[in-house]
DNA sequence: TCTTGAACCTCTAGTTACTAGAGACGTTAG
DNA sequence: CTAACGTCTCTAGTAACTAGAGGTTCAAGA
């Protein structure tokens, strides 16, 4: 049996977020001690270690859930699975889309800008005030 | 004098986010009716037309307080201004980097997997417990 | 001038995924 | 047995809004 430390420790996840986890129904509620402690067993460690993953991956709370009702009914069908990983990668994709768009405009504001004019004439605030100098959309 | 409304339409901020910002002091109190509605100038439209792009481009409500002072004060030098815009700068290239790790597992992941299987053998729940099987760290 | 309907007001609470802190209690090594 | 560290619950805070309740004001048409 391992205490919640035990757990934070091999998992990297925090002892606050590891209740936190348990108080949104992602991880079970383990045994307790006498004196009312958190004692987990290998499959709590597991299913942490789970957890751990699909956030690091960007899956949300609430994916993770679906997640891991799925992986309990292991005669279930793995299509919900494929459609959140999926839906998560178009996620992941539109974010990288939107933010090289916001990169390329980042570098045209910063490089007419080497930071040692005065405020009026900052290309940095020119360029923040007036939208029609950006080259994309955003 | 423009309506919160009239504001609203031509920046495209909802009316509750421009009434938020003036309570986190970006936008300066406008005047009001007699009737206590606020009534816009068109100095009040353009600050938050700045805001509105710099939301756009991810700068924090923080960072936009701090450019909006620089703004106020074209005698000040824009040394500020240009640290701001280039950490932006690196803080979307270190996001973008992440994504392009995660997306490389989500492709890995997503497409060892056609959804048409069981949950059981399922390649997408198999790799979320298994870290091990990842190709790059995130 | 009156009416009506849209626009506006303030205030509270909810969102996501945690994090921080207070104050009390449990566990364990020496 | 005691000191020191681990753990407990609870509340509140974070960022940047969004939603809704319940009430007031404005502007345009009759």
Chains 1, 2 share one sequence.
Do not use: W
Not at 99 to 119: M, N, P, S, W, Y
Request: proline letters at 3%.
């Amino acid at each position: 049996m391992f205490s919640i430390g035990t757990l934070s420790d091999r998992t990297g996840v925090k002892i606050p977020t590891i209740r936190y986890y348990e108080e949104m129904g992602l991880l079970p509620e383990p045994e307790r001690t006498a004196g009312n402690q958190r004692r987990y067993t290998q499959a709590g460690l597991d299913r942490l270690g789970f957890i751990k993953h699909a956030r690091d991956l960007g899956f949300t709370i609430e994916s993770i859930r679906a997640l891991i009702d799925l992986n309990d009914h292991p005669d279930h069908s793995c299509a919900t699975a494929n459609a959140i990983a999926t839906s998560q990668l178009d996620d992941v994709r539109a974010k990288i889309a939107r933010l090289q768009r916001l990169e390329t405009e980042l570098v045209r504001i910063a490089t007419h800008c080497d930071g040692k004019g005065r405020a009026s004439d900052c290309y940095v605030l020119t360029s923040l005030a007036d939208h029609s100098l950006c080259e994309t959309a955003h």
